[in-house]
């Protein structure tokens, strides 16, 4: 089974565990608004239940939402959610001035991250990000590991800087990282 299928199956199952949606990612949009303009266009990347996206829309962004599964998604975004993985998103996925990506990088297998950030930096021009630097513990609830890529924070700006121009780190907790790309490069 290839790589996109399996995570699929996995996101699909765990959505179903009580408690384990919503993640931490909407309580991150405030922070995030703070850095965009007023009605600019936003791409919530893996955005699970939809809560982040939704957010966004109601505060008057163009907003669009991607995740590998929907079955978490709890809200109808009609043609402004398309399903596939961070590494092969949808093509009519359009291009945005932000992304919005909280609580999934460290989702993505080590072996995915770069080519996630590639497409994901050929979407937005900037982009928001708030990353987990311990293993999770809900994936033992279906045998499964979730956090796949658990790296320093220092790890994670340098494959940032090698697809944004400007990579600020708002905040090192040890366990979630904040940073925000600005400027992205384009082959």
């Known amino acids: ?51 982040a996206a939704l957010a966004f829309l109601s505060r008057g962004f163009d907003a669009w939402a ?21 590494w092969a998103l949808p093509d009519g996925l359009p291009a ?29 021009a900037n982009c928001f990000f708030a990353i987990s630097g311990v293993p999770d513990s809900w994936g033992k609830k279906i045998g499964e590991t979730l956090h796949l890529t658990v790296k320093p924070a220092d790890w994670w700006a340098g494959k940032l800087a090698a697809f944004w121009h400007a990579i600020q780190k708002t905040e090192d907790t040890g366990s979630v990282f904040i940073f925000v790309a600005r400027g992205a490069k384009h082959d």
């Open 66 to 86: 991607v995740d590998i599964s929907k079955e978490g998604l709890r809200h109808d975004f009609g043609e402004k959610f398309l399903q596939g993985p961070l």
């Open 1 to 51: 089974m290839e790589t996109a299928a399996i995570e699929k199956d996995k996101y699909d199952r765990m959505h179903n565990v009580p408690g384990y949606s919503p993640g931490p990612g909407v309580a991150h949009v405030r922070t995030a608004e703070g850095y965009m303009p007023r009605g600019c266009s936003v791409i919530d990347f893996g955005t699970g239940t939809g809560d």
């Open 96 to 124: 945005a001035d932000w992304g919005f990506c909280c609580d999934v990088m460290e989702h993505i297998p080590p072996d995915k991250v770069e080519e996630s950030l590639r497409q994901m930096a050929g979407r937005v």
